[in-house]
């Protein structure tokens, strides 16, 4: 297994799903984590399975990503993780949503990302990883703000990479296709519908969110120093 000894991460969104799986296999490979979440019982409960520092923080706020990074310390490896958006129509998508979207999907990521960046540069070390979706590629119908915002985060990161690749510091993002999460629950939750999308996936099934965990840890690795500005897939093959 890669080795991340030495070095010290800050997972948000982490307290289930593809955040505490990201996390957990961070913590296998070595690295001190700290994971964020907005809600205190769950965070700790999950810290505590992994062997991580925890947080309580809304990172769809400024007060809340200055709480996390300053509990994390002196972050080499991102990984950005927050709830989807809720689903409508394009058509019905109202100010107040927009609102909350931007500032939970881009600018969680945008002010994590300046808060950590001067300090991976000067240490000529860093890993910046968002998590997003298949849809940033494969637009769905009902997730207008999600896909407009975390295209957003994919362009930005791919901006900021062609910035920062010379001191050291990568920036990738990771796209799930549908995993078995909560979020897909609540997405898909009669047996007819879920049944109609596994029929799209190639791998005849759901993701696991270990396996897009997988990803983001290979991503933080030493191994991964030469892979930047790039949107990693984990689909399935659904988008093929």
């Known amino acids: 297994m890669f080795s991340l000894d030495g070095r010290r991460a800050l997972v948000t969104g982490a307290s289930k799903g593809i955040g505490f799986a990201a996390a957990s296999l961070l913590r296998e490979m070595g690295a001190e984590v700290t994971i964020a979440a907005r809600t205190e019982a769950d965070v700790r409960a999950a810290a505590e ?7 309580t923080a809304d990172v769809g706020t400024l007060d809340g990503v200055r709480a996390a990074v300053e ?3 002196e972050v080499d490896i991102l990984v950005s993780n927050a709830g989807g958006p809720a689903p409508s129509l394009p058509s019905e998508v109202m100010e107040e949503a927009w609102e909350a979207g931007f500032q939970t999907t881009f600018l969680s990521t945008a002010r994590l990302v300046d808060a950590v960046l001067p300090g991976m540069r000067v240490r000529g070390w860093g890993r910046i990883i968002a998590i997003t979706s298949q849809t940033v590629g494969r637009p769905s119908l009902n997730l207008p703000v999600s896909n407009a915002l975390r295209a957003a ?23 799930p296709g549908f995993t ?4 897909l629950k609540s997405l898909y939750p009669d047996e007819a519908s879920a049944a109609a999308t596994l029929a799209k996936i190639p791998a005849g099934r759901f993701g696991k969110p270990e396996e897009v965990g997988a990803a983001v840890a ?5 191994e991964a120093a030469f892979i930047t500005g790039q949107e990693i897939l984990a689909d399935g093959g659904y988008s093929i």
């Not at 399975?49 to 947080?55: L, T």
């Not at 078995?180 to 979020?183: F, G, K, P, S």
């Not at 290979?218 to 030493?222: M, N, Q």
């Open 49 to 55: 399975r992994i062997g991580a520092s925890w947080v």
């Open 153 to 175: 985060v994919t362009n930005h990161l791919r901006t900021l990479a062609m910035e920062v690749g010379k001191d050291g510091v990568t920036c990738n993002t990771v796209a």
């Open 180 to 183: 078995a999460t909560d979020r």
């Open 71 to 73: 509990a994390a310390g």
């Open 218 to 222: 290979f991503l933080a690795s030493e």
